[in-house]
């Protein structure tokens, strides 16, 4: 089984609509980020999360919120969708601790916004 | 200008070449990732380094941060190499380990 799942894998909505997207992690790890995807842009931070009572902006979080319900669970919500929001996301993990660490990616969601 | 930037974009390369991909940065940093992103879109790390030189199977990445560059090789390419392949940077001065990315470059391996 995957270590770092997401759902859904694909959506299709409306703008306007609310949008969450789930991921949750087997690492035991206490960090956990969300990026975006786009042609020519690259991969781009959202949020992340260091443990459960921590919540941080990253370099594109308008239009954005989550929550982190346990350890293993970090969600993305889009209050209301817009065209500009598709993208490919994807949730990441990694350990706590001094130093730098590697990440770990869930397979991604591919949002479509109409 | 991007605070990290990979080159080529693009690169073909034919079954059995030796294929080098680049990157290059501004800032400074703890530690360089090299990433996978096969066609499905899943991304898969490759390697993470801060200095010298790391070796898995077909696939060597060398950093040097006195001029933030790092390279990654792939020797004997095959048709399964066709990826893209990105490179990102751990910035000094940024908390835990949240990554700054380039765009990637399109590896494709011809038979």
């Known amino acids: 089984d995957a270590d770092v799942t997401q759902t859904p894998r694909n959506r299709i909505t409306k703008t306007g609509k609310r949008i969450m997207l789930e991921c949750s992690q087997t690492?035991?790890?206490?960090?956990m980020y969300w990026y975006r995807q786009d042609p020519g842009l690259g991969l781009r931070l959202i949020y992340y999360s260091f443990d459960v009572k921590d919540i941080n902006k990253g370099e594109i979080s308008d239009g954005y919120s989550v929550s982190r319900q346990a350890q293993a669970k970090f969600s993305l919500s889009l209050e209301s969708a817009i065209p500009n929001q598709t993208a490919l996301y994807f949730c990441?993990?990694?350990?706590?601790?001094?130093?730098?660490?590697?990440?770990?990616f869930g397979p991604g969601t591919r949002l479509t916004v109409t | 200008k991007n605070e990290v930037e990979q080159s080529p974009q693009n690169l073909t390369a034919q079954e059995g070449e030796f294929i080098t991909i680049n990157c290059s940065y501004s800032?400074?940093?703890?530690?360089l990732h090299w990433l996978q992103q096969h066609p499905g879109g899943g991304i898969v790390s490759l390697f993470m380094?801060?200095?010298g030189k790391k070796k898995h199977g077909r696939l060597i990445a060398t950093i040097n941060i006195q001029e933030k560059h790092s390279s990654l090789h792939i020797t004997a390419s095959h048709p399964r190499d066709s990826a893209v392949y990105i490179c990102?940077?751990?910035?000094?001065?940024?908390?835990?380990?949240?990554?700054?990315f380039g765009e990637g470059t399109q590896l494709t391996v011809n038979p």
């Open positions: 690492k035991g790890h206490d960090r």
């Open positions: 990102a940077v751990i910035r000094r001065e940024t908390s835990g380990s949240r990554l700054t």
């Open positions: 800032v400074g940093i703890s530690a």
């Open positions: 380094l801060s200095s």
């Open positions: 990441a993990t990694s350990a706590s601790g001094t130093g730098a660490h590697e990440q770990y």
